[in-house]
């Protein structure tokens, strides 16, 4: 086994965004994809291009196509046209064994042993069974769940039980890894500690893709991300682009409420009691400081603060969609 997987990987230290790959080589590439189901366009057209290496987010509401777009992606649906490659390959069932899939839908059998359920995972994925489960005992171990490597999955609790199908996607050394709605489910804690393991996974080279309908997810983790509504994808991207489609916005607090120095403000400007609120000019702020300066505004506060991926997703994929979500701060209720 590899230095990297014994790697503690579920108490990884959190550092912000992984580093973006520096090549430009991409372990996935879709274009057109469309599927439908009995009439219905469940996606119309999406186009995807992962970097190797990247942490990449398929952020949207519930019923949106993402879970549809990853199965075509991994071969376990085809699509109805379109072209797709992941690992270099045309057919997603010649790279399975380089890929780790967590679908939304979790199960282990529940009369097999944890060690020997995540042995059988990594079985499915061409690792030698006897491999498989020397490797489990020691991720056990290196998560703290060594003392139930002998239970049955259904004498484990559902959190232990999550993890343990988190571990079997991971012992056979993935070089991409696909998880579908992996913070569903889980506590505050739980989240946590996926949140440093997919850093950590990215640390060590792996691509990491993964859908949500939670904005905070994929703002913390996120390199890149595909913005996907109605089975269509209206942007994707790096997130700083994203949050670039809307100006920064301004606070600005002053003393006086009125004078010479109001025809510097934009015309959109919105007045709340001392503050006022308006997206940052073009320009920038200086000439309006000066104007504010010379005016005896009598400036108190002024903060300029950059857009969040929430408003950048309402501004592309509208207010309906947005609601769609749910709760964005948090784990919205299924």
Not at 18 to 47: M, N, Q, Y
Not at 249 to 278: I, K, N, S, Y
Request: aromatic residues 6%.
């Amino acid at each position: 086994m590899r230095h990297a997987m014994k790697m503690d990987l579920g108490d990884w230290q959190a550092g912000g965004n992984a580093a973006s790959p520096a090549s430009g080589a991409l372990a996935i590439e879709a274009h057109g994809l469309v599927k439908r189901f009995e009439g219905f366009t469940a996606v119309d057209g999406v186009d995807l291009a992962v970097p190797e290496g990247a942490i990449y987010g398929i952020l949207g509401p519930n019923g949106a196509g993402k879970t549809t777009t990853l199965r075509m992606l991994l071969g376990i649906i085809e699509p109805d046209s379109g072209y797709r490659r992941i690992l270099g390959a045309e057919r997603p069932h010649d790279v399975a064994h380089a890929i780790g899939y967590l679908p939304e839908e979790r199960g282990l059998y529940p009369a097999m042993k944890a060690y020997e359920a995540i042995a059988f995972v990594g079985a499915l994925r061409g690792l030698p069974l006897s491999e498989g489960r020397r490797r489990a005992r020691l991720l056990l171990e290196e998560h703290g769940l060594a003392y139930a490597g002998d239970r049955q999955i259904r004498q484990l609790s559902k959190g232990m039980a999550q993890q343990v199908q988190l571990l079997g996607t991971l012992v056979h050394e993935p070089r991409l890894v696909i998880f579908d709605e992996p913070f569903s489910g889980l506590d505050a804690l739980n989240q946590g500690k996926l949140e440093r393991t997919i850093r950590a996974l990215a640390e060590r080279g792996t691509t990491v893709i993964f859908s949500t309908h939670v904005i905070a997810h994929a703002e913390r983790l996120c390199d890149e991300v595909a913005i996907i509504a109605g089975g269509k994808v209206p942007f994707a991207g790096p997130v700083d682009v994203a949050r670039d489609r809307i100006a920064p916005q301004v606070r600005l607090e002053t003393r006086e409420p009125d004078g010479p120095w109001r025809a510097a403000m934009p015309a959109d400007a919105r007045r709340d009691g001392r503050f006022w609120h308006f997206a940052l000019p073009a320009s920038g702020i200086e000439a309006m400081l000066r104007a504010l300066i010379e005016g005896n505004a009598g400036i108190l506060s002024l903060s300029i603060e950059r857009a969040g991926l929430h408003d950048a997703f309402v501004a592309i994929a509208g207010e309906a969609a947005a609601a769609a979500l749910g709760d964005s701060g948090g784990e919205a209720s299924r």
